[in-house]
């Protein structure tokens, strides 16, 4: 089980990005998948969550109506689109997956057992 995150960079204060985690090794369909982040001094949060099975969304109250998580499993890639970006956003953005597991994506990182390596995602005002 692999996964690659990409698409980070440096934008300014209400620009986008788009995320992708790749995935090799095995198929997406039956995982869910969850973006993390940790900003520095900071413990790593759950952002975003789609479910394999029903594609249902969790989203963290703070990037509530910014950013979407899809899913795209004829391309075994997951997607977070980040919209009205702010300083505050600033941080390594992680992909991770694990079977069963969308229930607890608000309940810290601890659950998910395969994660990407990060990209790094900076946000200047």
């Known amino acids: 089980v692999q996964l690659q995150a990409s698409g980070g960079g440096l934008v300014q204060s209400g620009n986008s990005l788009r995320l992708s985690c790749a995935a090799s090794g095995f198929t997406l369909d039956n995982y869910d998948i969850g973006w993390f982040r940790q900003a520095p001094g900071k413990e790593r949060e759950g952002v975003a969550c789609i479910s394999s099975s029903d594609g249902n969304t969790y989203y963290r109250e703070s990037v509530k109506g910014r950013f979407t998580i899809s899913r795209d499993n004829a391309k075994n890639t997951v997607y977070l689109q980040m919209n009205s970006l702010s300083p505050e956003d600033t941080a390594v953005y992680y992909c991770?997956?694990?079977?069963?597991?969308?229930?607890?994506?608000?309940?810290?990182?601890?659950?998910?057992?395969?994660w990407g390596q990060g990209t790094q995602v900076t946000v200047s005002s």
């Open positions: 991770a997956t694990d079977m069963l597991v969308f229930q607890l994506c608000d309940r810290g990182p601890r659950h998910f057992n395969y």
